[in-house]
């Protein structure tokens, strides 16, 4: 008899059961004047789209404080159940699953103090976690300079319009459609 695969052995997607949460994307206070929107598709290397990807992001606040509020995963008191923000307190932290269309939207405040929101991937066939940056313009930053300038493209969402930003998550490719530079952590 062949044993059957276990969760270690097998890869994802279990992430999709527990990980989102209710206004995950929804980083910015309701109404704030100064809300961006950063939306974008996480792309395959063929340039289909992953449908059951979940991207974290984390970012300081306007002033440059990273300390965040907490509130990102309320419990309701009562039935204990996720509830999400408190759509007042800025956390500083999302998490978002793509669409159908492997699309995702986060709506934000521009960071302090630094030019660039964090970026965590997971999603099928990736047994770890991938890492890079959303940059909302070019910036006068140690990464993007060391980087040339195709590179560095990948790294730099696209302004649509005022406060709406484009970013796509590319797992691999070269050429037109060159992969997301990922950074190492060790």
Do not use: K, N
Not at 31 to 39: A, E, K, L, Q, S
Not at 56 to 80: M, N, T
């Amino acid at each position: 008899m062949t044993p059957l695969p276990t969760p270690s052995q097998t890869i994802g997607p279990y992430f999709g059961y527990a990980l989102p949460h209710p206004g995950g994307g929804q980083i910015a206070p309701t109404g704030h004047p100064d809300t961006i929107t950063v939306r974008g598709r996480v792309l395959d290397g063929h340039g289909e789209p992953v449908d059951d990807a979940l991207l974290e992001f984390w970012q300081p606040a306007p002033d440059g404080s990273r300390a965040g509020a907490p509130g990102s995963l309320r419990r309701d008191p009562v039935g204990g159940a996720a509830i999400g923000r408190d759509g007042v307190a800025f956390t500083g932290f999302g998490r978002v699953a793509t669409g159908a269309d492997g699309s995702y939207v986060l709506r934000t405040l521009p960071p302090g103090g630094a030019p660039y929101l964090s970026v965590c991937v997971m999603a099928r066939g990736l047994l770890q976690h991938l890492f890079t940056r959303v940059y909302l313009g070019e910036a006068d930053d140690p990464l993007l300079s060391s980087l040339d300038a195709r590179r560095r493209a990948t790294l730099v969402a696209e302004r649509e319009r005022a406060g709406v930003h484009r970013f796509d998550v590319r797992l691999q490719g070269d050429g037109a459609h060159e992969e997301t530079v990922f950074l190492a952590f060790g």
